[in-house]
């Protein structure tokens, strides 16, 4: 694109007039593109209450204008301004961030003392307000981190400030893979730099609670919740670990609930000998039955349901242990298999196995999809449910109990 003399001095001064708002106002938090279609022989940049717009009727013209420019300096290394350069490539990746030969450039000024790796930090975190699943600035702001962390290793307010960022950008764009990807590296990193690392996750699952229960769709949470979990379960394998559920909320009450939703509310909790694991798995039970009972229709709550019996089957079976074709649950009192053939009995390992726990867990569930199972429920719901019933029936190989009364009366 071919520019006169008139355009040329207007596109430099628009792009000077952003550089000067990054670098004097250290509170900038936001830009956006403002629909103005005519150019009104004014400046199309704003500025107002530490945020930032740009009028649409000049973006192509900008881009296009600072695009040659930095590919022509990109070509001419020995005659570069290096200022110039910056304020080029600041508005080019403001308006495209998705050009990742232009993010290697900054890293070269970084690298060269030319660009202060803090103010890189602000200017990425203002370009994920308007584009927060941008993965070429995740990437580009993990290559900062690691670079200032090799300064300072136990700035630990520099990961928090990450997965605040992390969660803004998850908020603004739904399943945001990208960001929960990155927020899941920001808590390896921080992992090393927590005096209590059970203290540090229970954090983590309540601000992970906390922002499931507004964005109850979103897969990519739930999926950062997974992982969190995970990390928890393989720290609780490690010796002399603190014991997660103490900075639990709200655990004791979860057990109670699963007891009174099978109606055993006077059984004894400690006769069951409970691992940390297994009541953790049902805390996560309880809270996201509760999440399917309060927002129906939403699949990602279903699909979270089968991590956490997946989870349950793994550690309380080892596959060395168990032929897997015989099913689990009440079934595995009967000795038979998923075909209701009879198979020969094994005798497991009660640490391994706790068959009483299972039973219950059996029964729990059955209670639950018969709720969702009948004809006056949601459409969506019964479609859910009983997707989730074969499942646990099919994949996981979980039997349902077919005489409740006759089972209660083993357990109490």
């Known amino acids: 694109m071919n520019v006169n003399e008139d355009f040329y001095a207007a596109a430099e001064k628009i792009l000077s007039d952003i550089e000067q708002i990054f670098r004097k106002d250290p509170k900038l938090h936001s830009f956006e593109i403002i629909p103005v279609v005519t150019n009104e022989n004014k400046s199309p ?24 420019n930095v590919i022509s300096m990109r070509q001419n290394k020995g005659c570069r301004d290096l200022k110039r350069l910056n304020t080029l490539l600041m508005g080019a990746l403001m308006i495209n961030p998705e050009i990742t030969t232009f993010w290697n450039m900054r890293k070269e000024l970084i690298n060269s003392g030319k660009l202060d790796a803090h103010f890189e930090l602000h200017f990425t975190a203002v370009i994920l307000t308007r584009k927060p699943k941008s993965a070429d600035v995740f990437l ?17 307010g520099l990961i928090l400030n990450e997965m605040n960022i992390c969660e803004v950008a998850a908020d603004r764009y739904s399943n945001n893979y990208h960001a929960w990807t990155h927020r899941a590296w920001c808590l390896m990193q921080g992992e090393p730099l927590q005096g209590s690392l059970a203290q540090f996750y229970q954090q983590e699952l309540n601000r992970s609670e906390m922002w499931i229960s507004k964005h109850v769709s979103d897969y990519s949470g739930l999926q950062f919740r997974q992982q969190l979990l995970k990390k928890i379960f393989q720290f609780l394998d490690t010796p002399n670990s603190e014991s997660v559920v103490n900075y639990l909320q709200n655990v004791d009450e979860s057990i109670e609930e699963f007891f009174f939703t099978i109606g055993l509310k006077n059984m004894n909790i400690h006769s069951l000998n409970l691992t940390i694991k297994m009541q953790i798995c049902i805390y996560e039970l309880i809270l996201n039955t509760g999440f399917i009972k309060d927002f129906i229709g939403h699949e990602a709550l279903w699909y979270h349901r089968r991590f956490v019996f997946n989870f349950i089957k ?12 015989k099913c689990w649950g009440f079934k595995d009192i009967s000795h038979l298999n998923c075909d209701a053939i009879p198979v020969q009995k094994q005798n497991l390992d009660p640490c391994y196995l706790n068959e009483k726990f299972i039973l219950l867990l059996s029964i729990f569930e059955d209670n639950f999809l018969k709720k969702y199972t009948s004809n006056n429920v949601d459409s969506r719901e019964k479609l859910y449910a009983e997707r989730h019933a074969h499942w646990l029936e099919r994949y996981l190989k979980f039997k349902l109990p077919y005489n409740l009364d006759l089972l209660k009366g083993t357990l109490i």
């Open 140 to 156: 580009h702001r993990k290559w900062i981190l690691k670079k200032l962390l090799l300064g300072v290793p136990e700035d630990f």
């Open 45 to 68: 940049v704003y500025h107002v209450e530490h945020c930032l717009g740009l009028e649409s009727w000049c973006i192509p013209h900008i881009f296009c204008h600072a695009y040659q």
């Open 314 to 325: 793994e550690s309380l079976i080892p596959k060395d242990a168990f032929d897997s074709n």
